[in-house]
């Protein structure tokens, strides 16, 4: 299964710096969410322009890794 199976009808997603959310397939993700879409990311992790740019609602808290 992949990661983005699990985001049918979420409007928001919590991450953490692990190799499957850095390198989701965010495309996927964002089709299968509710909108708004809504990432929280713990560790600054993320690709943040690109997560903007496909629409998401980005929140980056913490220190980045």
Not at 8 to 25: D, H, K, R, Y
Not at 39 to 49: E, M, N, S, W, Y
């Given at each position: 299964m992949s990661l983005s199976a699990g985001y049918v009808g979420l409007t928001t997603t919590s991450c953490l710096a692990w190799q499957e959310f850095i390198q989701a397939e965010w495309e996927a993700i964002k089709r299968k969410m509710k909108?708004?879409?809504?990432v929280f990311d713990g560790c600054k992790a993320l690709p943040q322009d690109k997560l903007r740019a496909l629409g998401f609602n980005y929140i980056g808290v913490g220190q980045k890794i």
């Amino acid at each position: 299964m992949s990661l983005s199976a699990g985001y049918v009808g979420l409007t928001t997603t919590s991450c953490l710096a692990w190799q499957e959310f850095i390198q989701a397939e965010w495309e996927a993700i964002k089709r299968k969410m509710k909108q708004p879409g809504l990432v929280f990311d713990g560790c600054k992790a993320l690709p943040q322009d690109k997560l903007r740019a496909l629409g998401f609602n980005y929140i980056g808290v913490g220190q980045k890794i």
